[in-house]
């Protein structure tokens, strides 16, 4: 067996040569794919077949608009006859739409069951939508009680519970309810269940014989039985797990067949894109296209295993310390006012001089709750980063099949929350090249200014930078030698990265210029989308500003110039002249380029200000937030076009262009100088949200219908 090393090798030399390790690649493909799908399995569970898996969600859609159509054309008919249908009121007591997205989600939900007898599911159908109108009358007569019932019950995880509750409420507020019986539920639910049957074709009304007595049945279809055999894949997948591989990836040479071994289950497409535009790409040229993508997924790399040992440390102890997220789940909110009884809490809401400590409590207790759901999102990356890099730590090299989007940019396929070379500060420190190569004469200067970047130091000068590295060579190399007593390195802009870097470092002060080095050294770009419009345009202002032209030895920063000018302009005694940062304007910089607009940029402006005025970083405003950022808003982009005006002006003519081309009912398409195509082209859709609500909990739909003609705002570019 060939025992050269997998980095050195290339695809089809591991295919030939080393059995052993495509062994372990494909039961590596076929581990990661039985995540996947426990991963499934495990949201159906909590949530149910129709709202639990991506496949089963389509279902949902497709079926309730299906259905709607059908409830409407039977009220339509009932409507004519002269003798009305003893059920047509209540039926009519919902929009056709939540009565399908009721009938839809009762059965796809139960999907797991081979059969379910006639007359119960017919009934349980009946009775939820009871439930739904009878909630909706209560809650238009107890509007101040049902916001509290309904804050209460979102953290209840039984439904007995939940009944029991509402049941309590509506007898505190002399709620009779309706008074439906089992016969009206089972007349409802046939109607219903009948119209899903017939508009959907995901199930079937079957009838048996046993011992002479008859019984009917709702049971799957052979069409659903057919959608669940290849849904279990489809679930598997859309809750993507792809592990990094240990052999080098397929080569791209069509957009099918490039990645990982096993294209059943872990089939890639090389670009991103609606199936039209697929196949229009595979049938060009794109040689150049498939050689670039191809040499980036062969880079060999390899777990960095002193980064992983103090990453897993810290993450076992849960301190919030370099960057990363505390085990502490945050704490919610305590309403000011306390837990007041029900006739209590109605007098204090109705009492208006308490209006306005409600809707600070309400704005405030929201921010808090998305706190914890971003700090559970964060957690969970932290953990998930941890597990792979474990699992990874003792493999020679791993590799990352990559793929593009629509417009070309390059991503891995293990994306976001995965240990990858586009991951966050903790996924980009745990790898370094599997292969290594010697600093020699240049490497240890770029290794130096490499050092100063991930600290924060990148506003110096290239030779500050080098000069920096090296007088603080004593601290770095402390923090290599022992980091959790030495931590200054937790104060760096990057901290996981300047870690790695401290520990290379320290390998180049012990062996000189002679050491192996195996740290990616990255170069940023300055707004890259505003360089490349400066250097296309050959705009001498803007592109000094995006350091496209280098003026003096220290590079510029168009966040701070743009910074400056709105500083410039602001009115006198502006709250926002002791508020404004950098940070404010990076955003609405950064997406210029993809044609942000001014409500884009009053949303980027008051999500950042919201933030700092959670974390205390910020002072509140006298007035309203909402009108402080729409007087902000304009003058950021006034700032922007004053600084790299060229840029936008030519953004500005092609957006022109755009929306004349969209009109006309054509897309922009380009092919890019290496030959790949672009199609922008965004359909218009049709959305109509259905929102049920029943034991206390509402459930909300998006339907989105498809239509023929082009958007022309998102094809103008309002979408980056």
């Known amino acids: 067996m060939d025992l050269t090393p997998v980095y050195n090798l290339t695809h089809a030399e591991v295919i030939t040569t080393r059995p052993d390790l495509v062994e372990r690649e494909l039961a590596l493909e076929e581990e990661a794919a039985d995540v996947g799908v426990l991963r499934s399995i495990k949201s159906i569970e909590r949530k149910g077949y129709a709202t639990g898996s991506r496949s089963g969600a389509d279902m949902l859609r497709r079926s309730t608009i299906e259905t709607a159509a059908a409830i409407e054309l039977w009220i339509e008919g009932r409507e004519k006859l002269n003798r009305k249908h003893p059920m047509l009121s209540h039926i009519k007591a919902l929009d056709p739409n939540q009565l399908a997205f009721i009938v839809s989600r009762i059965l796809i939900d139960g999907v797991t069951k081979n059969q379910v007898v006639w007359t119960r599911a017919c009934v349980s159908v009946g009775r939820r939508v009871q439930q739904v109108v009878e909630y909706g009358i209560f809650k238009d007569a107890n509007e101040g009680l049902a916001v509290k019932l309904e804050r209460q019950l979102a953290t209840s995880t039984s439904g007995s519970h939940r009944r029991a509750v509402l049941s309590k409420a509506f007898k505190s507020a002399d709620f009779e309810g309706l008074q439906w019986d089992d016969a009206t539920h089972a007349s409802i639910g046939h109607i219903l269940v009948s119209a899903f049957i017939e508009a959907s074709g995901l199930f079937s009304r079957v009838i048996t014989k046993a011992r002479s007595k008859s019984t009917a049945y709702v049971q799957p279809s052979d069409e659903m039985n057919a959608l669940l055999a290849s849904g279990e894949l489809t679930d598997a997948l859309s809750m993507p797990y792809h592990y990094p591989m240990v052999i080098p990836p397929r080569d791209w040479s069509t957009v099918y067949d490039g990645g990982y071994l096993d294209l059943h289950l872990h089939g890639l497409r090389m670009v991103k894109t609606g199936d039209k535009n697929l196949h229009n790409l595979d049938a060009t040229d794109l040689r150049d296209v498939n050689d670039s993508i191809n040499a980036i997924q062969a880079t060999p790399w390899a777990i960095n ?55 600070v409590y309400k704005r405030n207790a929201s921010m808090q709750y998305q706190a914890r759901a971003k700090w559970a999102s964060k957690r969970f990356v932290q953990k998930q980063q941890i597990v792979i890099a474990e699992r990874f730590k003792d493999e020679d090299a791993i590799y990352f099949p990559h793929t593009v989007d629509y417009r070309g940019r390059i991503y891995p396929a293990a994306g976001l929350g995965s240990v990858n070379p586009q991951g966050n500060d903790s996924g980009k420190a745990l790898l370094r090249f599997a292969r290594g190569k010697a600093l020699g004469e240049t490497g240890a200067l770029w290794l130096a200014i490499h050092c100063a970047n991930v600290f924060g130091k990148d506003k110096i000068s290239m030779e500050d930078r080098v000069m920096w590295a090296y007088m603080n060579t004593e601290m770095m190399l402390a923090c290599a030698n022992d980091p959790m007593t030495s931590n200054r390195w937790m104060d760096a802009d990057k901290p996981m990265q300047f870690l790695a870097a401290c520990y290379e470092w320290a390998g180049y002060q012990a062996e000189g210029d002679a050491f192996v080095s195996h740290l990616p050294v990255a170069l940023d770009g300055t707004c890259s989308g505003m360089q490349h419009y400066s250097a296309m345009v050959r705009d001498p202002e803007g592109a000094k500003h995006v350091n496209v032209l280098q003026v003096g030895d220290l590079p510029a920063d168009l966040y701070t110039k743009v910074l400056e000018n709105v500083l410039a302009n602001l009115p006198e005694g502006s709250e926002w002249s002791t508020r404004l940062t950098r940070k404010i304007v990076k955003q609405p910089c950064m997406t210029t380029p993809y044609g942000v607009t001014i409500a884009g940029i009053r949303g980027q402006i008051e999500n950042w200000t919201r933030r700092a005025l959670d974390e205390g970083s910020c002072e509140p405003f006298s007035g309203e937030l909402k009108e402080a950022v729409a007087s902000l808003a304009p003058m950021v982009d006034d700032g922007i076009r ?17 929306k004349i081309t969209a009109t006309a009912g054509h897309a922009m398409s380009w092919t890019t100088p290496n030959g790949f195509m672009v199609n922008q082209a965004y359909m218009s859709t049709k959305s109509k949200e259905v929102k049920v609500t029943w034991d206390g909990i509402t459930s909300k739909m998006s339907l989105l219908s498809g239509t023929r003609e082009l958007s022309v705002g998102d094809c103008v570019g309002h979408r980056s």
């Open 305 to 359: 295993a002193k980064v992983l040992e103090v990453l897993d440390f810290l993450n076992s102890v849960g301190g919030s310390v370099a960057g990363l997220t505390s085990s502490d789940i945050p704490e919610l909110l305590a309403k000011p006012w306390g837990d007041l009884e029900d006739d209590a809490w109605e007098a204090f809401r109705t009492d208006p001089k308490n209006a306005d400590a409600i809707k």
């Open 642 to 658: 004053g600084t790299v005006g060229a840029a936008r002006d030519v953004m500005d003519w092609l957006q022109a262009v755009a």
